[in-house]
């Protein structure tokens, strides 16, 4: 949790800081809660150019990923050379957002150096990177050397009718889009994998049909009929899938512990009454026969509905497959 959020900041006033000339105050703007401050900070930033450079550069090391962001867009349009190799680490950061704009950047900054590192990106889990990376790529000038090359190339634009005019030599870049945590993009794999009717494709598919979204695990199962799999294989890779339940053990000790929570967890919406009707009875009861009676008289009430609730759970059946 980030305990500064909790404070509110005043807002900085960016051309004042652009007239004296701080950079450290318009690199702390930065990290200001309003992207508009944001833009207007990284923007005053460009007008120094290079003298800003050192002073990013170092700022850099920043773990704060909204600060970051803007430190690397200012790099990219000031162009600074100094940083294609601190860009170049970043394009592993953990964020998604800071690899994303690392890409970007790079490609404003156009150096060969980063060629190398922005063609591994194209195989990033992520679409948002595999983006940038086309992008700075297209920039640089670069040009791929083979078709596998060229559909790592053309997925980072999505642009799914050249994967298929690639043919077969597009299928390792398509495996790698089905790490993608968007369904979409999985669909979009799995409807490309069956225009290219390639038995070659196997594999993704099959395995597609454990993945956790119930739509691409459907999509899997026609692509499967288009590349010529057995349907009788099908259903072993279908149990494999992750299931999603309630668990009766949390529903039953949520309903001992707190009657009524655990039908809540059910999606039970008379759960709450329960829980009304609890705090009721047992404000009375310790009013009139004392604390001890209160929990003596409770407990088998509270370790009955626990009880129901975890039969409850175990009745429901799972998300559809």
């Known amino acids: 949790m980030d305990f500064a959020s909790l404070f509110p900041r005043k807002k900085p006033d960016i051309g ?22 944001q833009k207007e900070a990284a923007s005053a930033l460009c007008t120094f150019g290079p003298d800003a450079a050192g002073a990013l550069l170092t700022a850099l090391k920043t773990s704060d990923r909204i600060g ?31 690899r994303w704009v690392a890409a970007i950047a790079l490609g404003e900054i156009e150096d060969s150096r980063a060629t190398e590192p ?5 195989k990033d889990p992520d679409k948002y990177v595999r983006y940038g990376a086309a992008f700075a790529l297209s920039r640089i000038g670069w040009k791929p050397r083979d078709q596998t090359e060229r559909a790592f190339y053309f997925l980072g634009f999505e642009e799914w009718r050249v994967l298929k005019e690639i043919g077969a ?8 889009a ?8 999985r669909l979009k794999v799995l409807d490309t994998l069956g225009e290219l009717r390639c038995r070659d494709a196997e594999p993704i598919v099959l395995k597609a049909l454990s993945d956790a979204d119930s739509d691409v695990r ?3 199962v026609l692509t499967s009929q288009k590349i010529g799999i057995p349907p009788v294989r099908l259903p072993r ?55 001890l009676n209160t929990y003596s008289i409770l407990f088998p009430v509270y370790l009955l509905i626990g009880i129901h609730a975890w039969y409850l759970a175990r009745k429901m059946p799972e998300m559809p497959a």
């Open 237 to 291: 890779w279908l149990a494999i899938r992750p299931r999603n339940r309630k668990n009766p053990l949390v529903a039953g000790f949520l309903n001992f512990m707190l009657p009524g929570l655990g039908y809540g967890y059910l999606g039970r919406w008379w759960g709450i009454m329960v829980f009304q009707i609890d705090v009721t009875v047992t404000i009375w009861i310790f009013k009139f026969w004392g604390e």
């Open 169 to 176: 030599p597009s299928i390792p870049a398509l495996a790698n």
């Open 16 to 37: 004042e800081l652009r007239q004296r000339k701080d950079l450290q105050g318009l690199i702390g703007a930065l990290r200001f809660p309003d992207v508009t401050i």
């Open 68 to 98: 970051k962001l803007g430190i690397i867009e200012a790099l990219g349009k000031i162009r600074e050379t100094r940083a294609v190799e601190p860009l170049i680490a970043c394009l592993t950061d953990e964020s998604n957002e800071v």
């Open 218 to 220: 459907w999509k899997a």
């Open 118 to 122: 922005l063609s591994q990106a194209l």
């Open 178 to 185: 089905m790490k993608d945590r968007d369904a979409g993009v």
